[in-house]
C-alpha cells in the first residue's frame, strides 16, 4: 500500500512539473505570436510609408493582421490557464478560471468582429478600386479612337 501511495505522489509530483512547463510554454507562445503581430504591422506600416511616402490614415490591414495575431495569442493564454489549473483544481483556482475564460472568449468574440468589420473594409476598397480600373479601360480605348 506504501509503494502505491508513493508512486501516487511520484506520478502527481511529476505532473505538476510537467503542467508548469506546459504553462511556461504556452505563455511564451502568446507572447512571440503577439511579437509577431507588431512586427508584422509596422512591416505593413513601413512598407506603406516608404512606398508613398506617408503614413497610412485608415491602416485596416495593419490592424487586421495585429488583431489576427493577438487572437491567437489569447487562444494559447487561455490553453495556459486551463494546463495551470488541472494540476490543482481547487474553487478558487476554478473560479479564477473561469472568470478568466470568460474574458478571454468576451474580448476574443468582439476582436473577431472587428476583423470581420475590417476585412469587409478592404474586401469593399479592393471591389472599389477594381471598377475604377475596369472603368478607366474602358474609357481609355473610345479616346484612341
Given at each position: 500500500?506504501?509503494?502505491?501511495?508513493?508512486?501516487?505522489?511520484?506520478?502527481?509530483?511529476?505532473?505538476?512539473?510537467?503542467?508548469?512547463?506546459?504553462?511556461?510554454?504556452?505563455?511564451?507562445?502568446?507572447?512571440?505570436?503577439?511579437?509577431?503581430?507588431?512586427?508584422?504591422?509596422?512591416?505593413?506600416?513601413?512598407?506603406?510609408?516608404?512606398?508613398?511616402?506617408?503614413?497610412i490614415?485608415?491602416?485596416?490591414?495593419?490592424r487586421?493582421?495585429?488583431?489576427?495575431?493577438?487572437?491567437?495569442?489569447?487562444?494559447?493564454?487561455?490553453?495556459?490557464?486551463?494546463?495551470?489549473?488541472?494540476?490543482?483544481?481547487?474553487?478558487?483556482?476554478?473560479t479564477?478560471?473561469?472568470?478568466?475564460?470568460?474574458?478571454?472568449?468576451?474580448?476574443?468574440?468582439?476582436?473577431?468582429?472587428?476583423?470581420?468589420?475590417?476585412?469587409?473594409?478592404?474586401?469593399?476598397?479592393?471591389e472599389?478600386?477594381?471598377?475604377r480600373q475596369?472603368?478607366?479601360?474602358?474609357?481609355?480605348?473610345?479616346?484612341?479612337?
Amino acid at each position: 500500500m506504501e509503494l502505491i501511495h508513493s508512486l501516487i505522489h511520484s506520478l502527481h509530483t511529476n505532473l505538476g512539473t510537467v503542467a508548469s512547463a506546459l504553462k511556461l510554454i504556452l505563455e511564451s507562445v502568446s507572447v512571440f505570436c503577439v511579437a509577431m503581430g507588431l512586427l508584422t504591422a509596422l512591416g505593413i506600416a513601413f512598407s506603406h510609408f516608404f512606398r508613398t511616402g506617408r503614413f497610412i490614415s485608415r491602416p485596416p490591414s495593419v490592424r487586421l493582421k495585429f488583431g489576427t495575431w493577438l487572437a491567437v495569442a489569447l487562444e494559447f493564454q487561455l490553453g495556459a490557464d486551463i494546463v495551470a489549473t488541472t494540476v490543482d483544481p481547487t474553487i478558487q483556482s476554478l473560479t479564477e478560471l473561469a472568470i478568466l475564460a470568460a474574458v478571454r472568449t468576451f474580448l476574443n468574440y468582439f476582436l473577431q468582429k472587428e476583423l470581420e468589420a475590417e476585412e469587409n473594409v478592404l474586401k469593399k476598397r479592393k471591389e472599389k478600386e477594381t471598377l475604377r480600373q475596369q472603368q478607366t479601360a474602358a474609357i481609355l480605348p473610345q479616346k484612341n479612337t
